[in-house]
């Protein structure tokens, strides 16, 4: 099945960028090619972007801080074990604390390195990263696999707090959700969300055979999907037929 995710509002898309970016992160620095290194720098200095928001920080911090206020709520619960809470509730207490102790924005601590900040005032432009423009970027590239990922760890050790505060808030809220099977007539499915609740994430499992795409449009009241089919035309089509998927609203 292909998992679709579509954000209901803007801090959640910022989230699911950096989510992708440390998984794409985390692919590539175990790898020993030069050339994947190379993306592994790219991607942290696209992390460095997405997490020089001004309010980033202290949006992460307020949602560590609700879902454990939340979390306490079900202290006394017959129906909840009270060690699988704790261990939630001890695991944001880690991810809040990381992240407060960070002095200035993620990341910002390479900023003060040169050297990476010379590279990445060149990694935008196209071709920019050339051995004749950058050589010291080009002998560090040759340096052995190792003496590379060590290097790439260390700066992205930097990065880590909110890292781990991104993958615990998405969990938690990915977690809330219940899976409903539901089917599109003729490719279009509408649903009207219940009021007084205030949904943040769609999440849309689909059969790969079916060989269709969601495009997925929603508010606080109401959510819809389109099923486009990509032609021989390089174009996407309207599906005309019933098609099932599954779909997950997560609050």
């Not at 004749?132 to 760890?153: I, K, N, T």
Request: aromatic share 8%; glycine share 6%.
């Amino acid at each position: 099945m292909i998992l679709y995710e579509y954000p209901f509002n803007e801090r959640l898309r910022t989230y699911l960028r950096l989510e992708q970016l440390f998984r794409r992160l985390g692919e590539l620095i175990p790898r020993p090619h030069a050339l994947d290194h190379h993306f592994a720098l790219v991607t942290i200095f696209e992390i460095m972007d997405v997490a020089a928001r001004a309010d980033l920080k202290s949006d992460v911090l307020k949602d560590i801080e609700k879902h454990k206020h939340q979390l306490d709520a079900y202290r006394g619960n017959p129906s909840i074990s009270e060690a699988a809470l704790d261990a939630v509730i001890s695991q944001l207490d880690r991810c809040f604390v990381a992240l407060n102790t960070q002095s200035g924005k993620s990341g910002h601590a390479l900023t003060e390195n040169d050297w990476l900040m010379s590279i990445r005032s060149r990694i935008g432009i196209p071709g920019g990263t050339c051995g004749f423009d950058l050589p010291a970027y080009y002998a560090w590239q040759h340096h052995a696999p190792g003496v590379r990922q060590q290097a790439l760890e260390e700066w992205a050790s930097t990065l880590a707090p909110l890292a781990e505060s991104i993958y615990v808030l998405l969990k938690l809220l990915r977690d809330s959700g219940v899976p409903q099977k539901v089917a599109a007539e003729r490719g279009q499915f509408q649903q009207n969300l219940p009021q007084g609740r205030t949904f943040q994430l769609l999440r849309l499992r689909i059969d790969p055979a079916l060989n269709l795409i969601p495009e997925i449009s929603g508010n606080r009241l109401i959510v819809s999907v389109r099923l486009m089919r990509l032609e021989g035309d390089g174009r996407l089509h309207a599906c005309n037929e019933d098609a099932a998927f599954e779909l997950t609203l997560c609050a």
